[in-house]
């Protein structure tokens, strides 16, 4: 990642340094790299107040080769089936299928719910297109990693294509858009979140995104998964705000939750 001197949301050029890191936190994901050298660090805006990491090691060829396979040490389907048999209570995935779902109902007046046209972008292991899908909507998701696509296309029966959408061109159209967790690991959510109107039905749409609280993690100290490597950038309400507006969106709603994970999250629902 490019050495930051202006705030992409915000364009102030101040900067406080936060969190350093001399090993990894945590259950932070595996990297080809040597432990000895580790080292990185966030800063964080003076006025809209986003981190962003600042470190030497590269994680380019993260997410094509085999992020979502080594993240769960090759047992995708043992993985998925643990997570979607989790009780209402423990699953953050439940309560986001429902707040999507409630979403829809009120933005959606007159439309049948087998004609929404559905795009997951960034699916994993694909436990909320599968909850999705349930639904009766028209599902499809994306996902850079090959393995991952592989699982959710043959075994959950989703349509699915295996590509990185920062880098690719996809032509179809879609009335909602979700990014769950995704923005964090780009070099740049806006031209990221930008990217995602060329997928939009225009004047019939909405998306949401939710993205790491750095504000609410912080405050409980730096060994937390809302920091882990991976995460390049860990948002604020500001920035999170300031990200729709700078790419051209109506923000429809923005809110702060605390998942039964455990993790401190930001949501917001936008349309354009
Ligand atoms: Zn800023």
């Known amino acids: 990642m490019k050495k930051i001197i202006q705030c992409s949301f915000c364009n102030n050029n101040k900067f406080k340094k936060r969190f350093n890191y001399t090993k990894p936190i945590t259950r932070e994901v595996k990297l ?17 107040g986003h981190w962003y990491t600042e470190m030497k090691i590269n994680l380019k060829d993260l997410y094509s080769g085999s992020y979502v396979a080594s993240t769960y040490n090759n047992r995708l389907h043992d993985a998925f089936k643990k997570i979607i048999s989790l009780p209402k209570n423990k699953s953050d995935n439940y309560h986001r299928v429902k707040r999507i779902l ?16 559905f795009l997951d972008i960034g699916s994993g292991l694909g436990v909320f297109p599968y909850e999705i899908n349930k639904l009766g909507w028209d599902c499809t998701a994306i996902d850079p990693d090959k393995t991952a696509c592989h699982h959710i296309q043959k075994k959950l029966g989703i349509k699915t294509k295996n590509i990185d959408f920062v880098k690719s061109r996809f032509d179809k159209k879609f009335n909602i858009i979700t990014l769950n967790k995704v923005l964090e690991h780009v070099e740049e959510p806006i031209k990221m979140l930008k990217k995602i109107k060329d997928n939009l039905i225009k004047n019939n749409n909405f998306f949401y995104i939710e993205v790491p609280d750095a504000t609410e ?15 390049l950038h860990v948002f604020t309400l500001n920035s999170l705000y300031l990200l729709l507006k700078k790419s051209d969106f109506t923000p429809l709603s923005i809110n702060r939750i605390r998942e039964n994970s455990s ?3 930001l949501t917001a629902f936008g349309k354009f």
Do not use: Q, V, W
Not at 39 to 47: A, D, L
């Open 32 to 48: 080809n790299i040597d432990y000895k050298k580790y080292n990185r660090f966030y800063k964080s805006c003076t006025f809209c």
């Open 217 to 231: 993690a912080s405050k409980l100290g730096k060994d937390r998964e809302e920091f882990g490597i991976d995460h």
């Open 102 to 117: 409630n979403f829809s109902n009120s933005f959606f007046k007159n439309i049948n719910k087998k004609k929404i046209k």
């Open 263 to 265: 993790k401190f999250t």
